[in-house]
């Protein structure tokens, strides 16, 4: 049976464990629950096919920013479908709407970006800084320069090279990553590595000296690029102090190395500027971005190229040996142009900085009274609940209990998408969640963190 429409969920699920290996799954553990199996949505509410309504506080995965249900990019790709569904962009052609979408991204974008390259995806732009960055140094010929210097516990996609710029041990350990001359640092994560006493600001100062120390210790003239999300998203929302990138960027002009900013996940409007690097305060040479540019309704990624490697690339680079089928694909263009434009037509970047940001602060600062809360954090409509088994001391759970996974488990029963990274409790709902929306969130929240609580008492794990 084929159709999509008029099965049951059981009869699903049973196809969906026959056939369909899920990304970062475990294929047995999945086969024995059973997935669950999403039919619709709406705004920011999901519908599964046994009729739940289910809050999405994570935009898919990071990505429907404008929400469920926009008309205007299923137009939009229609149209462009009708009219010319593909073409490339290899053999010296083009077509409109990858050309328009250059242009927006370049107005949309900090001022030193006037060149895009597009990709498929976010891990594929990721690919895409690892050979540019690379080609940029052998162009200047200064070949040596080949190490990317990145840090623990990044998420910079699942390729080969996007894996290699990640920081998961997890992912390091299957495969044989990372590739080469791809090497990390401490993240700049205070639970993990603040001293006592220390401020912030002073911790933000002494984390990005890790990078000048790694940088002295392999020597300046073999660093090609240092590369870092704003907010660590898939980390665990990790919101490094106010000093730390304008240190970062500091650090990098100092050694004449290329700064590299992932905004996958903090572009186009998540942190309350368009992008992150914005409201971080630095000024990155190039910029990975996918996810929010179509709000997930398409796949589409690409890097930002700014003018400092545009010049040499156009000027003394010749042929770039370097591309994809799908670079500059026309429908994804045309739904990233319509997506822009209800960001822009909307101001949801003035929402989320001026509105529903602040006010998620708010309700994140309440939730932070509850006894299983160590630490609430918000940047933009990014949050993050640091669950520990002792408010004053911050003494976590024993990793046994899992009590991220635990947490999870009650969210997923009252209606709610939350995600659970060891024990941090994460969101980052659509930009047009309205203020009344995220009440409605922050009542499901606590009513999941009261649920998790009777479980600890219950279980003795106190
Ligand atoms: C999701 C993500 C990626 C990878 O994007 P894909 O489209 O899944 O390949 C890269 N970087 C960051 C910061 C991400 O969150």
């Not at 623990?152 to 290699?164: F, L, Q, R």
Request: with cysteine; glycine share 12%.
């Amino acid at each position: 049976m084929t159709g999509t429409t008029q099965r049951t969920t059981q009869d699903w699920q049973a196809a969906d464990s026959a056939h369909f290996l899920h990304p970062f799954t475990d294929f047995q553990g999945l086969a024995r629950k059973g997935a669950r199996i999403i039919t619709e949505a709406d705004n920011i509410y999901l519908r599964d096919s046994d009729g739940h309504r289910i809050l999405d506080a994570m935009s898919g995965l990071w990505c429907v920013n404008v929400g469920y249900g926009q008309r205007a990019l299923v137009d939009a790709a229609a149209t462009q479908m009708q009219q010319l569904p593909f073409y490339n962009a290899f053999f010296q052609t083009a077509t409109p709407p990858a050309i328009a979408l250059a242009e927006k991204l370049a107005e949309v974008t900090p001022p030193q970006f006037q060149h895009v390259f597009f990709s498929g995806s976010g891990s594929e732009g990721n690919d895409t800084v690892v050979r540019m960055v690379r080609r940029y140094w052998d162009v200047l010929g200064q070949p040596a320069r080949q190490v990317i210097i990145s840090r623990h516990n990044a998420y910079h996609g699942s390729t080969m090279a996007g894996a290699s710029l990640g920081g998961m041990s997890g992912m390091h350990a299957q495969g044989g990553l990372p590739i080469p001359n791809i090497t990390h640092i401490d993240q700049p994560y205070w639970v993990e590595h603040k001293l006592p006493g220390e401020t912030m600001d002073a911790f933000g100062i002494r984390a990005a000296g890790w990078l000048e120390a790694k940088i002295l210790a392999i020597g300046a003239d073999k660093v090609a690029a240092f590369i870092g999300e704003p907010v660590q998203g898939a980390g665990g929302v990790i919101i490094p102090p106010a000093t730390y990138w304008p240190e970062i960027q500091r650090i990098c002009d100092r050694h004449g190395i290329l700064l590299v900013s992932d905004e996958v996940i903090c572009g186009f409007g998540r942190t309350g500027h368009w992008f992150g690097c914005e409201t971080m305060g630095f000024r990155p040479d190039l910029m990975t971005f996918a996810k929010g540019v179509t709000s997930g309704y398409i796949p589409l990624g690409g890097v930002m190229v700014g003018d400092r490697v545009a010049k040499v690339l156009i000027e003394q680079g010749g042929e770039f040996e370097h591309g994809y089928t799908y670079s500059g694909h026309p429908v994804a263009c045309a739904v990233a142009l319509a997506n822009i434009k209800i960001i822009q037509d909307q101001n949801l970047v003035g929402h989320v900085h001026d509105d529903v940001g602040p006010y998620l602060a708010e309700a994140f600062a309440l939730l932070g009274e509850h006894p299983l809360v160590g630490a609430a954090e918000t940047c933009g409509l990014m949050g993050a609940l640091l669950l520990v088994q002792d408010k004053a001391t911050l003494k976590p759970f024993d990793a046994a209990v899992g009590i991220g996974m635990v947490c999870r488990g009650h969210c997923f029963a009252n209606g709610l998408i939350m995600r659970a990274v060891g024990n941090r409790m994460i969101i980052a709902p659509p930009l047009v969640i309205t203020r009344a929306q995220i009440d409605e969130m922050a009542a499901l929240i606590r009513r999941c963190l009261d649920l998790t609580l009777a479980d600890v008492r219950r279980h003795g794990w106190l």
